[in-house]
């Protein structure tokens, strides 16, 4: 299992979830609804994504970000 500490550092492979960069910002999200965001009933769902550093200045980054995780839930893959 990997540590929360690990897990806020970038992999090497790792990306911009928005525009495929370098990343320079590792965020966790954390649905208020875990359910409708693929969890099994009573567990919780935490979901790491990476930004880069122009991407993560945007006014409707948090909102860009959960229509690109939960569009990839879905099987779906998505880029705004």
Known sequence: MIGHRKLQK??????????GGPPAIVGIFVPKDPESWGATKGKTRILRYCLCAECS?????????EKIILAELAGGGFRC
């Open 10 to 19: 970038p992999f090497p492979d790792d990306f911009c979830l928005l525009c």
């Open 57 to 65: 200045k945007g006014d409707d980054v948090q909102e860009r970000v």
